[in-house]
C-alpha cells in the first residue's frame, strides 16, 4: 500500500475490498484452556478469530498495515503499560470504507475478521 505525500496527521478516504492488517492484543487465558484475544485500547473487547467484527464506535478500528507498525502504534499509545498479561498480534482482513491515516501506516475501519494469531510477543 502506498500513500501519497499529504500534510501530517492527514487523513484520506480509503475503501477497502479486503486488506490484510495487523493489531496488537491481550491475551488472557481463559478456564476452558482457550485464548481470548482482547483489545489494548479499551480492555474488553474481544476479538474471535474467524469472527467478522462492526465497530460500534464512530471512529473504528483503527489497524496497521505492516506487524512494525502495529507495535509501535501501540507503545507510541503508551498502551503496553496498562496491559496486565501477554501480548500477541492478530492478522486481521479489513474491508469497508474507512481512512488511511497518512503520518504512518495506520487504517481506521469499520470492518475487520480475526484469521491468525502470533505466539506471545511480551
Excluded: W
Amino acid at each position: 500500500m502506498t500513500f501519497t505525500h499529504i500534510p501530517i496527521n492527514a487523513v484520506v478516504p480509503a475503501f477497502l475490498i479486503q486488506e490484510v492488517a495487523y493489531i496488537l492484543v491481550q491475551v488472557r487465558h481463559h478456564a476452558s484452556g482457550c485464548d481470548q484475544y482482547i483489545a489494548l485500547e479499551d480492555g474488553y473487547t474481544r476479538y474471535v478469530p474467524g469472527r467478522r467484527m462492526e465497530t460500534e464506535a464512530a471512529k473504528g478500528f483503527v489497524v496497521a498495515t505492516t506487524p512494525k507498525a502495529a507495535v509501535q502504534a501501540a507503545r507510541s499509545a503508551l498502551m503496553m503499560r496498562h496491559c496486565p498479561g501477554n501480548v500477541a498480534m492478530l492478522k486481521v482482513l479489513v474491508s469497508g470504507k474507512g481512512f488511511a491515516h497518512v503520518n504512518g501506516d495506520l487504517l481506521t475501519v469499520p470492518f475487520l475478521t480475526p484469521v491468525a494469531a502470533t505466539d506471545m510477543l511480551y
